[in-house]
């Protein structure tokens, strides 16, 4: 389209048409517009449109030609607007100089075109009735549209109001509650008809607050003016006084001001808070003693390590370990076990102040936290009571069980400054007190510690000392009493320490145990001692007897028998050339099981030994009942013969009862001549001891026997 053709046509409407570009330049100015404002267009195009209308400035009109051209929104203004309308003059009835306004409708639209903003006023004369009755009738189908749409809003707003299960009460700047929904008249139990006579203070309040109505709505008025919301958890108790917990939503409804209303938005959260609770409870307390638990136990220590450490006080720390727990749990069972622990807690907790901690550190150890302690007296005299509490019998399942207790204990300041050093020279001190005999207590000196920390180490270097090859077994021979011929010899493990040199097994085997190492050194002694018996058989002839001593972790692995039968299998050596030696505590340690292990054995053709006879306390008729070939006497009673005659007199008697048990006799120890003549006298099958050799390595075993049969 042509400039020129666009130009007539805006020109041939009968309304003002005025186009303004981005600064309010006019950029059109029709016909109609000259006519009406006695301005021509060419004393318009360029100006701003307000500054030639200054009374334009600050009206509706100035504001609707800036949304146009800033918001790209319509807007359309028509009433009879004295102030703000177009100061046109229509000529045909008024003269120039009487400044009439005639009434207008004015549109103002924006308008973009090849990137620009414009915005196009278009004016029209509604002066004559028909128009202004059609610009009113437009107006009101605005306004009906208009009324619809705040209804069809309200109606929304009323259904989320009435039907949300969520509390929301309206309250105003005095905290006087205006309006409230369904769910909040339930929760807080007011009738619907007297809600409004109430302070929103009276329902709710903050969490922690212990004081009744303490809900500052100054304060929450003010941090509303800062951040138009927030939200926190509090408490809402009900016009009965049960408290229940909320989540609240405070916000703001803005009004003029004084008018201002408020609304909190709240839900209930008893079950989220039941389940932080159920969380709480389980990550603090022990479930089988309601007892704190090792994490509470160590925070309420170090809680009270900072307290103490201003007072000056000292703080007592008890690792209680109990004795014989794990044997009632294997034969009562593990509901049995659990019932025990709760009541060994509940005896515990007798012997404690308010002011005491006590908690379940782990499986059958307890730890005792011990306050306002003046000196060690104390603490020797809780340690006291609480060993006496265990003499009395534990009923459970009708069945009286008794167990002990081994307290180790140490103290704040002197033995540690932090929760874990002092736990752990407690528990050090309780090792000690378990060594020394059980049902004891011990206060925990840095010699303990010295001594631990050699086990750490040891425990280290024993789990290479396997792949280092550093374990050597040494061979003690063992002779017939009468003949004075081999009858076999016992396999003794050595370790050849890289620093300490060739150490006995009393000084590392324990540990071995203790850390579980026993088994896998263990079958490193079956293996080697096999095929030593087996070189043996093939360099002189005959079998030989090996003794091999077996640990209880050995003896209740499962895997025993099967790994026996493969060791002999590979080397081709008959089952009865080994022999099983088993100290006679271990055998009487859990006696249903013991019978199905040595049965097992027994089947599989290996002989078995009761090593140690004589320091535990079973009976030969116990005995009797156990599928066992032999039994040695411990070398203690020949050890203390040679001062006592009464020993001489018991190891008489021991032969003679193992003899009519069908047992063979095996004398361990035998250091004179005259324990060798006693044994020729009370016709002992086989003795032992350094009389007949000393432990010694295979090389000279071998030239040990050699030198034997020379002689002979
Ligand atoms: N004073 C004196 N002592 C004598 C005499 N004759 C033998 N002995 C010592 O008595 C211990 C006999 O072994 P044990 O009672 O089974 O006692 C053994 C055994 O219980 C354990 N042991 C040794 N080797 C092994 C092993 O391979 N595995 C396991 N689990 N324990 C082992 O270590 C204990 C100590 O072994 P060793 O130090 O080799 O000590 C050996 C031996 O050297 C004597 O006439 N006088």
């Given at each position: 389209?042509?400039?020129?053709?666009?130009?007539?046509?805006?020109?041939?409407?009968?309304?003002?048409?005025?186009?303004?570009?981005?600064?309010?330049?006019?950029?059109?100015?029709?016909?109609?517009?000259?006519?009406?404002?006695?301005?021509?267009?060419?004393?318009?195009?360029?100006?701003?449109?307000?500054?030639?209308?200054?009374?334009?400035?600050?009206?509706?009109?100035?504001?609707?030609?800036?949304?146009?051209?800033?918001?790209?929104?319509?807007?359309?203004?028509?009433?009879?607007?004295?102030?703000?309308?177009?100061?046109?003059?229509?000529?045909?009835?008024?003269?120039?100089?009487?400044?009439?306004?005639?009434?207008?409708?004015?549109?103002?639209?924006?308008?973009?075109?090849?990137?620009?903003?414009f915005c196009v006023i278009s004016i029209f004369d509604i002066s004559t009735s028909d128009l202004r009755e059609r610009a009113l009738r437009t107006q009101s189908a605005m306004l009906t549209d208009l009324v619809r749409d705040l209804e069809e809003k309200d109606h929304e707003l009323n259904t989320i109001f009435n039907s949300t299960q969520n509390g929301i009460i309206i309250f105003d700047i005095n905290g006087q509650i205006l309006n409230a929904n369904p769910a909040a008249i339930r929760l807080t139990g007011v009738p619907h008809d007297e809600i409004t006579d109430h302070y929103i203070y009276q329902y709710i309040d903050h969490i922690s607050s212990d004081t009744f109505n303490s809900l500052d709505v100054e304060a929450i008025i003010g941090r509303l003016a800062d951040h138009n919301e927030f939200e926190e958890e509090m408490t809402l108790t009900n016009h009965?006084?049960?408290?229940?917990?909320?989540?609240?939503?405070?916000?703001?409804?803005?009004?003029?001001?004084?008018?201002?209303?408020?609304?909190?938005?709240?839900?209930?959260?008893?079950?989220?808070?039941?389940?932080?609770?159920?969380?709480?409870?389980?990550?603090?307390?022990?479930?089988?003693?309601?007892?704190?638990?090792?994490?509470?136990?160590?925070?309420?220590?170090?809680?009270?390590?900072?307290?103490?450490?201003?007072?000056?006080?000292?703080?007592?720390?008890?690792?209680?370990?109990?004795?014989?727990?794990?044997?009632?749990?294997?034969?009562?069972?593990?509901?049995?076990?659990?019932?025990?622990?709760?009541?060994?807690?509940?005896?515990?907790?007798?012997?404690?102040?308010?002011?005491?901690?006590l908690a379940r550190w782990a499986g059958d150890e307890f730890v005792l936290l011990l306050e306002q302690q003046t000196h060690q007296r104390s603490a020797i005299t809780v340690a006291e009571k609480i060993i006496a509490e265990f003499q009395k019998p534990f009923h459970i399942e009708a069945t009286d069980v008794f167990i002990g207790a081994s307290i180790g204990i140490a103290q704040y300041p002197e033995d540690g400054s932090t929760p874990e050093a002092l736990v752990i020279h407690?528990?050090?001190?309780?090792?000690?007190?378990k060594n020394e005999g059980k049902g004891n207590f011990r206060f925990f000196t840095e010699e303990m510690n010295a001594r631990m920390t050699e086990r750490l180490v040891m425990e280290t270097e024993l789990r290479n000392a396997i792949d280092q090859e550093e374990f050597q077994l040494f061979y003690q021979p063992q002779i017939d009493v009468l003949s004075g011929n081999i009858a076999g010899v016992e396999a003794l493990i050595r370790w050849n320490h890289p620093k300490r040199g060739l150490l006995t097994p009393d000084s590392f085997i324990e540990v071995a145990e203790d850390c579980g190492l026993i088994t896998a050194i263990g079958d490193w002694v079956l293996q080697e001692a096999i095929s030593i018996s087996a070189q043996w058989q093939k360099r002189f002839g005959t079998p030989l007897m090996m003794s091999v001593n077996l640990s209880p972790k050995q003896f209740n692995d499962d895997t025993l028998v099967a790994k026996l039968r493969r060791l002999l299998h590979a080397v081709g050596l008959a089952p009865s050339t080994l022999m099983l030696e088993i100290t006679e505590?271990?055998?009487?340690?859990?006696?249903?099981?013991?019978?199905?292990?040595?049965?097992?054995?027994?089947?599989?053709?290996?002989?078995?030994?009761?090593?140690?006879?004589?320091?535990?306390?079973?009976?030969?008729?116990?005995?009797?009942?156990?599928?066992?070939?032999?039994?040695?006497?411990?070398?203690?009673?020949?050890?203390?013969?040679?001062?006592?005659?009464?020993?001489?007199?018991?190891?008489?008697?021991?032969?003679?009862?193992?003899?009519?048990?069908?047992?063979?006799?095996?004398?361990?120890?035998?250091?004179?001549?005259?324990?060798?003549?006693?044994?020729?006298?009370?016709?002992?099958?086989?003795?032992?001891?350094?009389?007949?050799?000393?432990?010694?390595?295979?090389?000279?075993?071998?030239?040990?026997?050699?030198s034997k049969i020379s002689v002979r």
């Open positions: 389209m042509t400039r020129e053709l666009y130009k007539n046509i805006i020109d041939s409407v009968s309304a003002g048409v005025i186009v303004l570009d981005e600064d309010t330049a006019v950029v059109s100015w029709n016909r109609w517009m000259e006519k009406r404002s006695g301005i021509r267009r060419e004393d318009m195009l360029g100006k701003r449109v307000l500054d030639t209308f200054t009374e334009l400035q600050g009206t509706r009109i100035e504001r609707a030609i800036d949304k146009a051209l800033h918001q790209n929104s319509p807007s359309v203004l028509s009433a009879k607007l004295m102030k703000a309308s177009f100061p046109l003059y229509n000529e045909s009835i008024v003269s120039r100089h009487n400044h009439q306004r005639i009434v207008q409708s004015i549109q103002i639209k924006p308008l973009q075109q090849d990137d620009k903003q009965e006084g049960n408290m229940v917990p909320i989540k609240a939503s405070f916000n703001i409804i803005p009004h003029e001001e004084k008018r201002s209303r408020f609304y909190i938005f709240f839900r209930d959260i008893t079950r989220q808070k039941k389940a932080e609770e159920k969380l709480y409870r389980m990550a603090r307390f022990d479930s089988v003693t309601g007892l704190d638990n090792r994490i509470s136990f160590t925070e309420k220590l170090e809680y009270a390590i900072n307290i103490h450490k201003r007072s000056g006080q000292t703080l007592s720390i008890f690792f209680i370990d109990l004795d014989r727990f794990k044997s009632v749990n294997d034969k009562l069972g593990h509901s049995a076990g659990d019932a025990l622990l709760k009541m060994v807690g509940e005896r515990l907790s007798t012997r404690c102040r308010d002011c005491d901690t407690a528990d050090q001190a309780m090792y000690q007190a505590n271990d055998l009487i340690a859990d006696h249903q099981s013991t019978h199905l292990i040595l049965n097992a054995l027994k089947t599989l053709g290996v002989k078995i030994a009761i090593d140690d006879f004589g320091t535990g306390y079973s009976s030969l008729a116990y005995l009797r009942t156990l599928p066992v070939d032999t039994l040695k006497i411990d070398k203690e009673f020949f050890v203390r013969s040679r001062s006592d005659d009464t020993d001489s007199h018991i190891i008489s008697a021991i032969i003679d009862l193992a003899h009519a048990l069908k047992l063979e006799v095996i004398a361990e120890g035998i250091e004179t001549y005259t324990q060798m003549e006693l044994l020729k006298m009370k016709k002992c099958d086989i003795a032992q001891g350094f009389l007949i050799g000393k432990p010694m390595a295979f090389d000279t075993l071998q030239r040990w026997y050699d």
